[in-house]
């Protein structure tokens, strides 16, 4: 079993009878809006681990070689060159007001509940080059958005979470439960909002439902950035929580706000 697969219990009940080949391929584009909060988790997976994940036609892409990599890994990696090797991970959640599938808004009646999306991936390249991180698993906190998940015939697992914004003079606390998993991030936003003027754009590789892997692309555009200190828990036997345990720096930040995104799948 992969770790993205053990990562979480599927909890989605099929319903892919029945629906027409229009409203599969509307399923395929997730349009996000209203993006509260954004973060990600960075960090690395030893070698071993990570080469247990890889797929066919792709190939490891270690910190060493990586151009994107966080400015807080390639510290670490110049001051400890051994870690050169490793590979760079990062969980990555979107707290967002609605998102769109097709014709349908997938938005709470209470406005302070929200949809959450994450996303836990390595870093890989096509055989030629080309940068194409492998996700190891995806998760939503809704039930609409996993059986919307299930029509575009992509594998998402439950989350639980809950989050404390409060004012920057304390600190805020997230709390994210996957499966055996469990995330504790409490902080604060440091320094100045910058506005951000391009969007993130990543390009991924997802195990599908019955396709084996295909190809997807995650855009998030949001307004500001901002720079957050604070402390990460990690508890749990998960297989996420063991290899962040393992790593030699498990870095938070930063802190995306407003803006929109777009999560587009294919075959």
């Known amino acids: 079993m992969t770790l ?30 209203g993006l509260r909060n954004g973060y990600c988790v960075q960090f690395l997976v030893e070698p071993e681990a990570a080469g247990k994940e890889l797929k066919s036609g792709l190939t490891l892409l270690t910190a060493g070689r990586d151009s994107s990599l966080h400015p807080a890994l390639q510290h670490l990696v110049r001051a400890q060159p051994e870690f050169a090797s490793w590979t760079p991970s990062k969980v990555c959640m979107y707290y967002l007001d609605a998102v769109q599938v097709g014709k349908r808004r997938i938005v709470e009646r209470d406005s302070r509940s929200y949809q959450l999306i994450g996303v836990w991936s390595l870093a890989t390249q096509e055989q030629g080059g080309t940068r194409r991180d492998l996700v190891l698993d995806m998760y939503a906190s809704r039930e609409n958005l996993l059986n919307a998940a299930e029509l575009a015939q992509v594998r998402l697992h439950q989350i639980h979470s809950s989050y404390y914004d409060r004012p920057d003079t304390t600190s ?88 929109t995104g777009e999560l587009r799948f294919s075959r």
């Not at 979480?8 to 409203?23: D, H, I, K, N």
């Not at 957050?228 to 998960?238: A, R, Y």
């Not at 962040?244 to 803006?259: D, E, M, Q, T, W």
């Open 172 to 259: 805020d606390v997230y709390s994210i439960k996957i499966g055996k998993t469990q995330l504790t991030w409490s902080g604060r936003p440091a320094g100045d909002s910058t506005r951000v003027e391009r969007p993130i754009t990543e390009r991924l590789s997802v195990s599908g439902l019955r396709h084996g892997i295909q190809d997807a692309e995650l855009v998030v555009a949001p307004t500001w950035s901002r720079g957050v200190v604070g402390s990460l828990q990690v508890e749990g036997k998960g297989d996420l929580a063991k290899l962040l345990k393992a790593s030699p720096i498990r870095f938070v930040g930063p802190l995306y706000r407003g803006g």
């Open 4 to 33: 993205g697969v053990a990562a979480a219990t599927c909890c989605v009940v099929s319903f892919l009878s029945g629906q027409t080949a229009p409203e599969v391929k509307e399923a395929r584009t997730w349009r996000l809006q």
